[in-house]
C-alpha cells in the first residue's frame, strides 16, 4: 500500500451527502413532483410487429380526438433522426418498423386517464415480414480489428489450446425512477427538464430535430434523477424529442412525458447480449502465448452507442495479462431487437466475463491453482498491452489480489472444498479504463467553472450530473479543500445548459477523474486570485469572478483512431474480486456466501460514497451473474414486470468485504480515478468459477440459474 499523503480538511473523508437532506425528508423535487395543472399529458403509440411495414393507421370512434393534440412524423421540423454518433433512429417512424415497441405516435390530453384509455382506441395495420434475431445474421453496425505481433507462431509453439464460446445475456437498470421529461415552449425556445444523465447529448438531439439555430434556444434542467447506470444516457433524448414535439405542436402547453415502470422497461435501452469466442494458447507451466478473440455484441435495431460499447469490449477484452501475440475482432451486429445502449461497464464486462471464465478453465485444466496461474502472467510496469500501449506504472496486481486472497482465505478454503461437493471457491482479476476511450477527452473538449458571489460562496458549475453516486457532494469537498473553506460556503448549481458549461456526459467513470480535476484547476486558479483574501471581500472589491477551466491530456498520451492503437486510456483502476458460494444439492439454487473486493482506484475522495459505488456495482453484478435474466421472444422483452424479472434483495447480497490500495494519479481531482464502472466487471466470472468448483462442472454463460444448473 502506498503512503499516506497529508491528511486533509476534507478529501478522504465521508463527509455528510450535501444531498441527503433533501432525499430524506422528501423535499427534493423529481419530475413527476411538479405540479400537473395546465400540463398535457403524452402517450407513445408503438409498434406491435418486430419487421415490416405500416399500411394503415385508424382512430377508432368513441374518443374525443379533437381534443387530442396527435403528433407524427410530419410534424418533426428538422430531420427525422436522433442526433447521437450515427443519425439511423427516427424520432418516430416514418413507415418502416425494425422493432417492437418502435415509437410510431403521441398523443397527448390534459387528463391522462382519457389517454390511456385512447391509446387503445389507435388501431394500426402492418405489412409484416421475417427479422433477424440471432447474433451474426444481421449486418455488421461496427467492426475493430487488433492485431499484436504474429499469432499464429506463438499457436504453433503453445502446448494446450483452448478454445471455448461465452454468452452474456441482456440486463434491465431496474433504476429507481422510470424515465420521464416535462417540455414547454416559449419566446426563449424550449425548455425540457427530466430524469436524465447527460444534458448536453439532450441538448444536441433537440437542436437538431427542431432546426434551432443557436445553442441558446435549447435549455436542458436536469431534475433530481433516481438513478441511471446508463439507461438516462443516450435515451432520455428519445423523451425529450417526444414531449417537445408535442407541446410545440399544442402551441407550448408544457407536456409531461412519464413512462410507467412496464413500459421503461419494455422500450428502453438494454446491456448488450454478446457472445465471444476465445483460442488461447499456453504452456504448460500455465504462460499464456496467445489470444485469438472474436467479440460479438447484439447492438438491436439502431446503431445508438454501440460502436463505442463494442470498443471498451474489444479493448478489454485481453484483461490484466501479458500476451506475446494477440488478435482480437469485434463486431456488433444488426437484429429487429430494441436499440441496446449505455450500460455500467459498458462492453466490457462481457467481454471481462469471457476472459476472466477462460483463464480460470486454463488453471483447472492444468491442475495449476487459478490465483497463481494469474499471478504468472500479470501486467507490470514497461509491459506491453496489445494495443501497444506501454504500461508507464506498475498496476501492483500480485498485492492487489494477495490482499484479496488473506481476506478471504482463499488458500484454506480452495484447498478444503473438493470439486463438486457444493462449496466453491472462485476468483477474477480486472481492470477498467478510467475516462473516454483513446481520443474521446480531447475531442469531448470539456469544460468546468467556478464563480464568486456576494454572499461569500463559490458556485460549482458543470454540466456533470449527480445520479445517486454523490457527484455534488464529491465536487463540493473538492472545491472546499481546494479553497480551504467550509463546505457550505460551496454551492452546486443544478444541471441547467443555459447555465452551465459542457463538462461531457456523465459516464465512463469519468466524472470525479476528470471534470473533478477540472473543478481543482479552476479552484486553485481562484485561491491564486484570492491571494489571502476571503471571497466575501475579493468580491467586495472586484465583483463576481468566473473561472473556468478546459480539458488538457496528460503528457505523453498517444491514440490513433485509425489504426486503433496507442494508450486506450490515460489510466486503468485494477481490482480483484474472490466470491464464496453454495449451491443447493435439490434446488441448485446458488447462494452467493461472501464477496471480497480489493481496489485501487487512487485516492479515494469519500470512503463512504466510493464503498457504495463498489457494493452497489458487485451487487449488479451479482444480479446479472445469477438471476436477471431478458427473455426475449422477437426481440421484445417478454417479462417487464417486477414480478418475473428477478433482481437480488439484500436477502441475497452476500457478506462483502471491501478494501482499497489506492496508487495516487496525477490526471485526476486530488489523484483519483475512476470507480462507477469497476464493480460491475468482476463479479460474475468469479460467481461462476466458484459455482464450477461446487459442481464439477464447466460453466461459459450468464445469468447461471437454477434451471440452466438442473439440466
Keep these: 500500500m502506498t503512503a499516506k499523503a497529508e491528511p486533509h480538511l476534507f478529501i478522504g473523508r465521508s463527509v455528510r451527502r450535501t444531498d441527503g437532506l433533501g432525499k430524506v425528508t422528501g423535499a427534493s423535487r423529481y419530475v413527476d413532483d411538479h405540479p400537473a395543472t395546465g400540463m398535457l399529458h403524452a402517450k407513445t403509440i408503438r409498434s406491435t410487429i418486430a419487421s415490416g411495414k405500416i399500411v394503415s393507421i385508424e382512430f377508432e370512434p368513441g374518443i374525443p380526438w379533437d381534443e387530442f393534440t396527435i403528433v407524427d412524423h410530419k410534424d418533426i421540423p428538422g430531420e427525422n433522426r436522433v442526433a447521437l454518433i450515427e443519425k439511423d433512429q427516427p424520432v418516430l417512424c416514418d413507415g418502416v418498423v425494425r422493432h417492437h415497441e418502435e415509437p410510431i405516435l403521441l398523443i397527448a390530453h390534459p387528463e391522462r386517464g382519457l389517454v390511456e384509455k385512447a391509446a387503445r382506441a389507435v388501431k394500426i395495420t402492418y405489412e409484416e415480414t421475417p427479422g433477424v434475431f440471432e447474433i451474426g445474421e444481421g449486418h455488421v453496425f461496427k467492426e475493430y480489428l487488433i492485431e499484436h505481433h504474429d499469432i499464429e507462431a506463438e499457436f504453433a509453439k503453445s502446448e494446450i489450446i483452448l478454445d471455448e464460446v461465452y454468452r452474456t445475456g441482456a440486463q434491465e437498470h431496474v433504476y429507481i425512477e422510470p424515465n420521464g421529461v416535462i417540455a414547454w415552449w416559449d419566446q426563449a425556445g424550449v425548455t425540457i427538464r427530466g430524469s436524465l444523465q447527460c444534458p448536453y447529448y439532450v441538448h444536441k438531439a433537440v437542436k437538431a430535430a427542431f432546426k434551432l439555430p443557436s445553442d441558446s434556444w435549447v435549455n436542458v434542467i436536469q431534475d433530481t434523477t433516481g438513478g441511471g447506470f446508463g439507461g438516462k444516457e443516450e435515451f432520455p433524448s428519445v ?81 490484466v495479462y501479458k500476451w506475446p501475440a494477440a488478435r482480437i ?44 496461474l494469474r499471478r504468472k502472467n500479470f501486467l507490470h510496469k514497461g509491459d506491453t498491452m496489445p494495443t501497444g500501449q506501454v504500461l508507464k506504472v506498475d498496476p501492483n496486481m500480485d498485492a492487489i489480489m494477495d490482499r484479496a486472497l488473506e481476506l478471504s482465505n482463499y488458500k484454506v478454503k480452495r484447498a478444503a ?28 473538449a470539456s469544460r468546468a467553472a467556478v464563480e464568486t458571489k456576494a454572499d461569500g460562496s463559490v458556485v460549482i458549475l458543470t454540466s456533470s450530473t ?47 477523474m476528470v471534470v473533478g480535476r477540472l473543478v481543482e484547476r479552476a479552484a486553485q486558479k481562484l485561491s491564486a486570485m484570492l491571494a489571502g483574501a476571503t471571497v466575501e471581500e475579493h468580491f467586495k472589491l472586484y465583483g463576481p469572478t468566473f473561472v473556468e ?69 458487485i451487487a449488479q453484478g451479482i444480479g446479472w451473474a445469477m438471476c436477471e435474466k431478458v427473455v426475449l421472444k422477437e426481440g421484445i422483452m417478454k417479462n417487464p414486470q417486477m414480478t418475473n424479472y428477478i433482481l437480488p434483495t439484500t436477502v441475497d447480497i452476500p457478506d462483502m468485504k471491501i478494501d482499497f490500495l489506492p496508487a495516487h494519479w496525477e490526471g485526476g481531482a486530488f489523484g483519483c480515478k475512476g470507480v462507477g ?19 464439477d462442472s464447466k460453466i461459459n454463460h450468464v445469468p447461471v440459474l437454477p434451471e440452466d444448473l438442473l439440466k
Excluded at 359 to 368: C, D, F, P, S, V
Design 549 to 617: 477551466e478546459q480539458y488538457e491530456p496528460p503528457p505523453g498520451i498517444e491514440w490513433n483512431d485509425v489504426t486503433y492503437r496507442g494508450d486506450a486510456y490515460a489510466t486503468y483502476a485494477w481490482a480483484c474480486n474472490v466470491a464464496e458460494v453454495t449451491v443447493d444439492p435439490v434446488t441448485a439454487a446458488v447462494k452467493v456466501d461472501h464477496l471480497t473486493g480489493t481496489f485501487d482506484i487512487g485516492t479515494v475522495v469519500n470512503p463512504t460514497l466510493a464503498v457504495g459505488q463498489l457494493e452497489g456495482g
Design 239 to 319: 423523451l425529450a424529442l417526444h414531449a417537445a414535439l408535442v407541446s410545440r405542436k399544442a402551441g407550448g402547453t408544457p407536456t409531461r412525458l412519464i413512462y410507467d415502470r412496464e413500459e421503461d422497461m419494455v422500450c428502453s435501452t438494454k446491456r448488450h447480449p454478446s457472445e465471444t469466442r476465445l483460442r488461447i494458447g499456453a504452456m504448460r507451466d500455465g504462460t499464456l502465448r496467445a489470444v485469438d478473440c472474436d467479440f460479438k455484441l447484439d447492438g438491436g435495431a439502431y446503431i445508438t452507442l454501440s460502436p463505442v460499447v463494442l470498443s471498451r469490449g474489444v479493448l478489454h477484452s485481453f484483461s
Design 466 to 512: 449527480d445520479i445517486g453516486q454523490g457527484t455534488e457532494t464529491v465536487m463540493t469537498q473538492i472545491v472546499a479543500e481546494t479553497l480551504q473553506i467550509p463546505m457550505e460556503q460551496v454551492k452546486f448549481h443544478q444541471p441547467e445548459t443555459r447555465a452551465v458549461p459542457n463538462s461531457g456526459p456523465t459516464v465512463a467513470s469519468r466524472t470525479t
Design 417 to 444: 472444498w473438493k470439486r463438486g461437493g457444493g462449496k466453491g471457491i472462485g476468483l477474477s482479476t480486472f481492470m477498467h479504463g478510467a475516462g473516454f476511450t483513446g481520443s474521446g477527452e480531447v475531442y469531448l
Design 677 to 695: 464502472e469497476l464493480p460491475m466487471d468482476g463479479p460474475a466470472p468469479a460467481i461462476t468459477a466458484a459455482i464450477s468448483q461446487a459442481l
Design 329 to 372: 475482432r469485434g463486431r456488433a451486429y444488426f437484429t429487429n431487437s430494441s436499440p441496446y445502449g449505455a450500460f455500467r461497464g459498458f462492453g466490457a464486462p462481457q467481454s471481462i466475463y469471457a476472459i476472466e471464465a477462460a483463464i480460470t478453465q486454463i488453471a483447472e485444466r492444468l491442475h495449476i491453482d487459478p490465483a497463481d
